[in-house]
């Protein structure tokens, strides 16, 4: 397992043609990464320093700055307890300390049935829902410790429609279709002014308008 | 429609009777697809910009004195004048890596109206002959990121976006791109690192900024959403228009995020400049009051890097610069309430705690600094501090943040306000913004500190999440 699979190698082409040099698609690409397989292989980061013209090492160095990537094994669903001030002022902890007895790991472990990863986080931006968490980064928001039950169970149970296996972020991709795009723009390649500014130029008359009007 | 409540499908936002100029789609369930949004004149301020030349939408914007939403609060108008003329391609980043804490907003605005934003992006791309924009989202959000690709592919299939835009000659993509869980990334040359495909670690500033070398090498602009998201309203409305809500130097709306001890947490579009603290604390339309039966000890006025105001500050209004000569700012919109149930030295260490989690590393005053602060100020709540502690919390942050740190005035020990911004020994300002939760909270309760410290003993203080449920 690791490398790209042909579905992946076909998306990460894509990925990389929308940007002007193809470094900048090294997050995306750890993400399709950890979709893939649920966190990122060292092979996977040899084949994106492939595909991207980097190393190995870069792609480990730019990858290990970011919190999302994980580099081991982590459960099929990660649930990020947010404790930051909004939610510890509403119970955040509580509801952190009362997910780490009820799963029986503390924040960052992982249970030994594979099934579930406890983080305790940042500020995830849902600060008037607090206390909130996220699971495989979907949001439940004013949670109770029976909230927390219940979610544990459903997971458990296949009943959480939402929520994808772990490494899976948005479920439509952007896609331009053939014909349809400007075209990248490399900072190499383009050194003229872009033809629209061409219009300061021109003294405005009442019925020159390009638009649909 | 509904007044005064919230929006079952925009968790936190509540419709209330301001004028709405980024949440006015947010009332539709359905608000985020191509559909809802024709049917309420999206695309109808990108075909106004296109009736005009770039220059005249430039002027609109600058005229109109949209402020920037992220935290600085800089003109957009005169941000986007500073690239240097003839240096192509000129390139737009979006930034949508909101992560202070208590900020709430751009995430609703993504996952609610991506259409207004990707207008919005638009109408930058035309004023300023940008030749390519990447909508940079959090990496948390997965929802927000679905939503602007479904919205992108549905603009693209219509022609709003990509080659020759509405039968134009203007064209321009827009690359939808993510995060991976950085908040060092909300920074704009960070966030510039990291479209790079590098570690997430600012660029050294000045003398460059991104204006003049942004991504690859080339004139960027650095917007964020909530500031794009004003656009299409803008160009429909015009900037006269713009300036009749809000105050003279704040024109416009803006949303703000009310989280902690309030009867009604929420996103609320308010006026900016006009409403004050008070209003929006204890209105009717706004958050109704301080949880019943307590009563304020003290909130952040802007994110968790802003000083601390108390109860003194609450008739300020939401001005930039009133806020800032009262000793902190407005930032991101993200305003955290605490009662006084609340444990001042466990709140700061809270945010500290983040500040040193979240250091890149690059500066040293920051990486040490941040994290000794934590340390010094975790013994101290665990009652294991020593005398020295809170002299020494102060000298490292003075490393951090040389001289007066901003503070709100405190008539009880006669203290003045010092104005914001603070000085910093760093590239950015995440260092310096670890300093406000404890130069704020040493000022004003000393004496919690001295409890913990001589007594080895917490004050009491009510469990929080105990009382909720009672």
């Known amino acids: ?213 | 429609m509904p007044t005064h409540a919230y929006v079952p499908h925009a968790p936190g936002y509540v419709d209330n009777d301001g004028p709405k100029i980024v949440t006015s789609r947010f009332p539709h369930e359905d608000s985020f697809t191509l559909a809802r949004a024709e049917a309420t004149g999206a695309y109808d301020g990108l075909r106004a910009a296109l009736d005009r030349t770039p220059a005249e939408v430039h002027g609109e914007v600058r005229e109109a004195t949209v402020l920037g939403r992220g935290g600085a609060g800089f003109p957009a108008g005169v941000k986007w004048g500073f690239m240097p003329p003839g240096k192509f391609p000129y390139y737009l980043v979006v930034n949508g890596d909101e992560s202070e804490p208590g900020t709430y907003k751009d995430r609703l605005l993504m996952e609610r109206d991506p259409h207004q934003l990707i207008e919005g992006c638009l109408i930058a791309c035309y004023a300023l002959g940008l030749a390519q924009c990447f909508l940079y989202v959090r990496g948390e959000m997965a929802l927000a990121q679905e939503r602007i690709a479904e919205a992108l592919n549905d603009a693209y299939a219509k022609g709003y976006v990509g080659k020759n835009i509405l039968g134009t000659e203007f064209s321009v993509d827009i690359t939808l791109t993510w995060g991976a869980g950085a908040y060092i990334v909300g920074e704009e040359t960070a966030l510039i690192e990291s479209l790079e495909g590098n570690r997430g670690m600012p660029r050294l500033k000045p003398p460059y900024f991104p204006a003049a070398i942004g991504l690859y090498g080339q004139p960027t602009i650095v917007n964020n959403v909530e500031t794009l998201a004003n656009l299409p309203w803008l160009m429909n409305n015009g900037a006269a228009q713009y300036k009749t809500y809000g105050s003279e130097a704040s024109p416009g709306t803006r949303l703000v995020a009310v989280s902690g001890h309030v009867q009604r947490p929420g996103v609320y579009e308010i006026e900016q400049g006009v409403t004050t603290f008070r209003d929006l604390f204890y209105g009717d339309n706004f958050c109704q009051g301080i949880r019943e039966g307590h009563e304020l000890k003290m909130f952040v006025p802007g994110g968790g890097s802003a000083p601390w105001f108390f109860p003194e500050q609450v008739d300020l209004p939401l001005e930039a610069k009133d806020v800032g000569a009262a000793g902190s700012m407005l930032g991101s919109g993200a305003i955290i309430v605490m009662d006084e149930t609340t444990d001042a030295v466990k709140a700061a260490l809270r945010l500290v705690r983040f500040y040193a989690r979240e250091s890149c590393g690059k500066c040293t005053p920051c990486r040490e600094g941040t994290t000794w602060e934590e340390r010094v100020l975790q013994r101290i709540y665990d009652g294991e501090g020593r005398p020295s502690d809170i002299d020494m919390l102060l000298d490292i942050a003075d490393n951090i943040s040389p001289g007066p740190y901003p503070n709100a005035a405190d008539p009880a020990q006669g203290l003045d306000a010092i104005p914001f911004p603070p000085k910093q020994t760093t590239i950015c300002p995440l260092g310096p913004s670890s300093v406000a939760p404890i130069a704020s909270t040493i000022r004003r309760f000393r004496h919690e500190y001295e409890a913990k410290i001589t007594k080895r003993d917490t004050i009491p203080v009510m469990s929080v999440a105990m009382e909720g449920e009672a």
């Open chain 1, 1 to 213: 397992m690791a490398r790209f699979d042909d579905t992946n190698l076909a998306i990460a082409n894509e990925i990389i043609s929308r940007y002007p040099r193809p470094k900048s698609a090294l997050i995306p690409l750890l993400h399709l990464a950890q979709e893939q397989d649920g966190w990122v292989t060292d092979d996977a980061m040899r084949h994106i320093a492939e595909l991207t013209g980097t190393t190995p090492a870069e792609v480990k160095g730019t990858g290990s700055f970011y919190e999302m990537f994980k580099f081991h094994p982590v459960g099929k669903y990660v649930v990020n307890v947010c404790t930051n001030l909004s939610c510890q002022l509403l119970g955040g902890e509580e509801l952190l300390e009362h997910a780490e007895a009820t799963l029986g790991v503390k924040a960052g472990g992982t249970t030994a049935d594979g099934m579930f990863t406890i983080e305790d986080v940042e500020c995830v931006a849902a600060c008037t829902e607090a206390p909130c968490l996220q699971v495989n980064y979907r949001y439940r928001l004013r949670v109770t410790n029976d909230d927390f039950d219940s979610l544990i169970d459903d997971l458990r149970h296949g009943r959480a429609d939402d929520v994808p296996e772990h490494g899976t972020l948005g479920l439509i991709r952007q896609s331009i279709p053939a014909g349809a795009g400007a075209g990248i723009v490399a900072p190499e390649e383009a050194r003229e002014a872009p033809v629209w500014l061409a219009r300061n130029d021109v003294p405005k008359s009442a019925d020159d308008e390009g638009g649909e009007g």
